[in-house]
């Protein structure tokens, strides 16, 4: 078991990738809520309400999946 305070400190590359990552995170996240919440910006998809839901959710859920491999790939290196 690793200690905390030995670990090496990540790349510049690496570190830039990990913002990057939680950056997309936040911003699938946000649409798929935008898209779900904002009325006027269904209106101007021509999104009927079941469609709505259905296409945020599918935002979002990406956005997990995506956070997921960021944290799991994060964890093991």
Known sequence: MPYFNQREQKSPQRRFLLI????????????????????KLAITLKLTTWNRYAFGSL?????ILRSARIYKKDVNE
């Open 59 to 63: 935002f979002i859920l990406y956005g």
């Open 20 to 39: 990057l990552g939680l950056a997309l995170f936040i911003c699938i996240t946000t649409f798929g809520l935008m898209i779900i919440l904002w009325d």
